[in-house]
C-alpha cells in the first residue's frame, strides 16, 4: 500500500490565541502535507477571549512573523498556497475533513495527559471513517508547556507571555488591556 495522489491535512482547534506551539506544529505539518489547512472552531466548553475571525488574522499574522517567506503576494494564501486557514462551526471534525477534501487529520501532543483525550477522539474519528487517517505530532520540548490557557492566565497576572505567543497576539492582548504593545 503506497500514498496516491495529494495529501490535505486538517489542524483543527480554537486557536484562543494561537501559541508557539501551534505554529510547532503547523510547521511540522508543512513539512509532511501538500497542503495544511488551519481551522477556528468553537468549543462549546470554553469561553473565547478573541473572536473565531480574530483569531484567524492572528493566526496569519503570526505565521507571516514566525515565517516571513509564508506571505505570498496574495493575502488569502499562505506558503503559495500550501496552507489555508478557515473555520468550522456545528459540524464534526470528520465532516469539516471531508468538505475541505482533507486526507488527514493534524492533532497536536504536549504532554502525557493529552494522550487520553487525542486517544479518544481517534477511535471516534476513526469510527465515523476510517478512511481519514489522524497523524499525532509532539510539539518541541520548548513548547511543552504552552497553551492558550495559559497565556491568558499569565496576561491576566501582568506576566510576560512572549516565551508562549507571537509579538502580534502580545499585542493583542495589549490592545484588549487598553495598552500600547508591551
Known amino acids: ?3 496516491s495522489g495529494t495529501t490535505k491535512a486538517l489542524y483543527a482547534g480554537s486557536f484562543d490565541p494561537v501559541t508557539r506551539g501551534h505554529l510547532d506544529i503547523i510547521g511540522k505539518a508543512l513539512l509532511t502535507f501538500d497542503t495544511v489547512h488551519v481551522a477556528v472552531g468553537t468549543n462549546v466548553r470554553k469561553v473565547r477571549m478573541f473572536g473565531v475571525q480574530e483569531s484567524q488574522q492572528l493566526i496569519v499574522r503570526s505565521i507571516t512573523e514566525r515565517w516571513p517567506e509564508a506571505a505570498t503576494t496574495s493575502t488569502d494564501t499562505l506558503f503559495e498556497g500550501a496552507l489555508e486557514v478557515g473555520e468550522f462551526t ?18 497536536g501532543l504536549r504532554e502525557a495527559s493529552d494522550f487520553n483525550e487525542e486517544f ?3 477511535g471516534v474519528a476513526g469510527r465515523i471513517d476510517p478512511s481519514i487517517l489522524m497523524v499525532h505530532f509532539i510539539c518541541e520540548a520548548p513548547f511543552l508547556h504552552v497553551s492558550s490557557s495559559t497565556a491568558k492566565e499569565l496576561d491576566v497576572m501582568g506576566e510576560g507571555i512572549g516565551w508562549l505567543v507571537m509579538p502580534c497576539v502580545e499585542a493583542a492582548f495589549a490592545a484588549r488591556r487598553g495598552e500600547s504593545r508591551p
Open 1 to 3: 500500500m503506497r500514498k
Open 90 to 107: 456545528n459540524q464534526s471534525l470528520v465532516a469539516y475533513a471531508h468538505k475541505i477534501g482533507a486526507t488527514h487529520i493534524v492533532r
Open 120 to 122: 479518544n477522539l481517534h
